[in-house]
């Protein structure tokens, strides 16, 4: 049996300065998911991509479930379509397109930010030209590797995804069941006391 883990949302506030400090290029993505390394063996005629070195994917999805754990204290993570949105502005307005990190150790030079959008349509969006199918609300981003050596270590590294560095607040989430539990409560209550 599965082990019901605590669920808290990621949030951010619009007077804090946090927010994401850096994208981290990974061998094991906290999201579960892999970019896709673009080189001349896959050109894209649809999105106009010549001899490029680019490594494309998500970097949050909406509402999917993170692990974490701290210490001796476990529980998921989640960010909504909303903070996704604010995240990804507060990125580009505080100019870290070129704060990359290798597996959230130590920054990387050479790579930088060059696309960066928000899935509006599963079927019409650019990532569906690329073969991948992600929820509205989706962060994409397309990093562009400069150096051709590193491209090659990255081809033959087990890099596979994009990590976010952020700071931020997580919020408890009471889960719906426990809010019933809640209003039956209550209502058991009022009977009582009008009897």
């Not at 061998?27 to 070195?53: C, R, V, W, Y």
């Not at 560095?165 to 209003?183: F, G, N, T, Y």
Request: aromatic share 8%.
């Amino acid at each position: 049996m599965d082990k019901k883990l605590p669920l808290k949302e990621m949030i951010l506030d619009d007077d804090q300065e946090f927010g994401i400090q850096a994208i981290s290029i990974v061998d094991t993505p906290a999201i579960g998911e892999n970019f896709i390394m673009l080189s001349k063996e896959h050109k894209i005629e649809l999105a106009k991509l010549e001899e490029e070195q680019v490594l494309l994917g998500a970097a949050l999805i909406p509402d999917q479930k993170i692990y974490r754990t701290d210490g001796d204290e476990e529980y998921e993570i989640f960010f909504s379509k909303e903070t996704i949105k604010k995240l990804s502005q507060r990125f580009l307005k505080l100019e870290n397109q070129n704060q990359i990190t290798l597996q959230h150790e130590g920054e990387i030079k050479g790579l930088g930010v060059r696309e960066s959008w928000i899935v509006a349509d599963t079927e019409k969006d650019k990532s569906a030209a690329y073969g991948l199918s992600y929820p509205v609300g989706t962060w994409m981003v397309s990093m562009h590797v400069e150096d051709s050596k590193l491209w090659e270590s990255i081809k033959e590294s087990d890099i596979s995804g994009f990590s976010i560095e952020a700071m931020m607040k997580p919020k408890d989430v009471v889960e719906q069941s426990a809010i019933d539990k809640l209003r039956d409560l209550k209502s058991w209550f009022q009977r009582k006391e009008n009897d």
